[in-house]
């Protein structure tokens, strides 16, 4: 056959010859780059039905790919290169994440413009993901920040604006005076309150801005939760919270002063039934009759401004010297200003019942307020429930209402609907955490917002036939820099004409991502952001990896879009992602790797060193993609050793070097079993992303081989076909090198557009085959240490007769409680009389833990042609025995599964 790739250079040659305990990786990777190239393989036609969508998700581009990336990216390139070879058409794309605060700072330390660095670094990080040999179908590569992709941002905005999704507002922010700029919720981290991107205290601040209706959906996004299967429980549990619904019931209390009245202050309860209990009030730190407080009462205001620690371990708070009254009982509570009560949460106001809250317990014994118990459990035996002992905690759970007047006696559910029903001014209610989308941001670097402001017409929006609305030139200022565009700012109203100025504000890049997915089924359209019908046959993604620190800001923000899209532009699905793999960290001993902790390990140095397959396949053998990992320079060179004698054992076997025998034999057997529960177990971990599984077979079948080779001449057909699956196992991990091993064996076309292998045995016959192998081994192993034998001449293995298999199976079977009475009730197992009694007492003894072993003639054959393995620890001759040619006190001895082994010096 035609080879697929260039003879090497004398340059290479040359390299090979000073590299004999290795390969030449550069030459290899460099060769089969270029040749999948120049074939196109990696490009998904449009005309493809329902291709299998792999998608990581599309970096920043900051300059360099971190270990990070290249973990993400390796991920979905293996998983992509497997359906691919299992006969999908695979859909792979890559884009660029490019509009941001980080491209808009580097551009003003420099001195040049976000658009140039924000390129320069696309095209570096693009040369290393090419080197990596990620098969990306380039042809549909997105980068955000050109006018031909964040047209269809200020798109969407304008359809979220028609179907009354979206509006301006004066709201209290989230400001990092780091950045200058606006957050979202989701971008405040921490309980200290951090921005997100450079962990610096955020402020609040007053301003008009844009917001998306996320809340409009809240339910939804909250219910189908439970539908996204496969995603990981942990992701889905945070969206949960975040989302926050909680249902419960609204209530009024007055609020009282020495010298005045406040009025009626709502509070929110889910426990509603334990109101006779609510020994005191407490307002956040920022509830407006807290505000006012600090302008009279010198101990609030010194709590406000130098004590309340929202923070911290113990809920803390004053006294103000107001009532509120219950509105059941008319008690008078005292009032106190608290930290533990956010403003953002509820009303910031909240009624605290000291004998049925943990928080509120905490904070009444520090402020000596009486605990008062109105919950009890519900007496299993009917008798009349008693009052627990609240003293030491609160009872939290629901249960029979005591000490609470009328209501007495009832049941926690019932009482929380009663009271809501018979106290005036309460009414059931849902709350939420989750807040609208704020979406303004005071930066250069972003989507501009499609508003232009007129004094006569307010906020207009551009109309659609005028998108986009391209960013000026950059202005090096501090600020929002938009603000600073004068030329740029002026306009007209699209509806009067008369002067106005355009929105300066630019979009949170997270509208970017919350659609990408769908801009990559047709990146070419210039009519639409998407083609409709494609995006129906081709999404939702099967695959999409990604770090878990994004699951409530782009997923759940995907999620949102991806509704709102379903409902008003066609789109017949409702969830962008199927599959969800939130992949774990790269560390350095034990360490998330950081710049700032000078403790950060390159790519690019990896892959000179030692090529871009050694770094993939570490990166999969090394742990579980969800797990965190220490990187390895150990683990990086044994990858590297293991591909060199891969390499290795297929060159000597393609040269011709390696001794073949026409005649199978039991070896080839063994050799030929191990194929196929190679290919059985590689198959199901590929398709569980559980790379390091499937690679681990595939590198102990490679072991298998070379141990073959020196033991004796091999059996050429099942060598090599053993060769070809190996190659094929491990080629989506390591592509290059199979690439250049699948060429070496003659094999026509690339192997990554090869036939995935088959083997008709199920995975637990395998792991039954080999445990027996395994458990043998060992037991001659220790048989010979206890016995101190040093120099065994011959180890006799005998297979256990089949009527005590049919006795174990029957005993599995039973179901009478005396198994040894049923046994020999079976002639063939009653016929060995004292032998059958005590075996049938070991089963009755041991019934609970019994497992069904291999037919006896299976095992017999796992037994021969494995006993080669043994032959070559020991260095003695191996028999293995059916039990009519064994000694019979041997015999006696052996069972399913654990045969008896005879050593003979």
Known sequence: MESLRAEPSEGERNFLS??????DHAAVERRWQEAWNDASVYRTPDEVDDPTYVLGMYPYPSGQLHMGHVRNYTITDAYARYRRMRGDDVLHPMGWDAFGLPAENAAKERDTNPRDWTF????????????????????????????????WNQWLFLRFLEEGLAERRDAEVNWCPECET??????????????????????????????????????????????????????????????????????????????????AVEAFTTRVDTLFGATFFAFAPDHPIAKQLVKSNEAVHEFVHHEADPDGDEPNGVETGLTATNPITGEEL??????????????GALMGVPGHDHRDHAFAEKMGVDIVPVIAPVPEDGSEPEAPDVSDGAYTEDGVLVN?????????????????????????????????????????????????????????????????????????????????????????????????????????????SSWYFLRYVSPELDDAPFDRDRANDWMPVDQYVGGIEHAVMHLLYSRFVTKTLADHEGLEHREPFENLL???????????????????????????????????????????????????DQGVQSAYAFLSRLSELVDSYAAGDIETADEAGPIAEYVERETEAAIVIAGEEYDGLIFNTAVRGAQSLVRTLRQYRDYTAVHGETFERALSVSIRILAPVAPHICEELWD?????????????????????????????????????????????????????????????????????????????????????????????????????EHREALQRALEPETEFAALQSASWLIEREFDAEVRVLAAENADEAAVKTAEPSRPAIEIHE
């Open 744 to 844: 070496d064996l003659g094999h026509e076309g690339f192997v990554v557009e090869a036939e995935w292998p088959t083997a008709d045995i199920d995975r637990e016959t395998i792991e039954k085959r080999r445990r027996l192998v395994e458990n043998t081994r060992e037991d001659v192993r220790q048989i010979i240490d206890v016995a101190g034998i040093e120099d065994p001449e011959r180890i006799d293995i005998v297979v256990t007769p089949e009527w005590k298999h049919e006795a174990l199976n029957i005993a599995i079977d039973s179901d009478a409680p005396n198994v040894i009475g049923e046994l020999m009730q079976h002639e063939e197992i009653k016929r060995h009389g004292q032998d059958a009694a005590s075996y049938g007492q070991e089963l009755q």
């Open 120 to 151: 320069d670094c696309i095209a570096t990080m693009k040369g290393q993901m090419e080197s990596m040999g990620f098969g990306y179908d380039w042809d549909r590569e997105i980068t955000t920040c050109t006018p031909e992709y964040y047209r």
């Open 18 to 23: 000073m590299h004999d305990d290795g390969y």
């Open 334 to 347: 005292p009032v106190f200003v608290a930290d533990f009560v956010l403003s953002d949460v509820g009303t």
């Open 404 to 512: 609470s007047g009328e209501y007495t006696g009832l049941e926690s559910a019932e009482a929380r609907e009663r009271l809501t029903e018979d106290i005036e001014h309460a009414t059931h209610h849902t709350q939420y955490r989750l807040r609208d989308w704020g979406i303004s941001r005071q930066r250069y670097w972003g989507t501009p917002i499609p508003i232009v402001h007129c004094e006569e017409c307010g906020s207009v929006a551009v109309p659609e036939e005028e998108l986009p609305v391209e960013l000026p030139e950059f202005i090096n200022t501090t600020g929002n820099p938009l603000d600073a565009a004068e030329e740029w700012k002026r306009t007209s109203c699209p509806e009067c004409g008369a002067d106005a100025e355009r929105e300066t504000d630019t979009m949170d890049t997270f509208v970017d």
């Open 582 to 632: 939130a992949q774990g960290m790269v560390q350095l001993e034990g360490e998330k790797m950081s710049k700032s902790k000078g403790n950060v390990v390159s790519p690019q140095a990896i892959v000179s060193e030692y090529g871009a397959d050694t770094a993939r396949l570490f990166m999969m053998q090394a742990a579980q993609p969800e797990r965190d990992f220490d990187w390895s």
């Open 182 to 263: 606006v957050l979202a919720d989701e971008q405040v981290e921490t309980d200290a309150e951090l921005c997100w991107r450079c962990d610096t205290p955020v402020e609040t601040r007053e301003l008009e801005q844009w917001f998306l209706s996320i809340t409009e959906y809240a339910d939804e996004l909250l219910e189908y939760i439970d539908e996204l299967d496969g995603w990981p429980d942990s992701v889905r549990q945070m969206q949960r919270n975040w989302i926050g619904r909680q249902h419960g019931t609204r209530l009024e209390f007055e609020i009282t002063g020495p010298e005045k009245a406040y009025g």
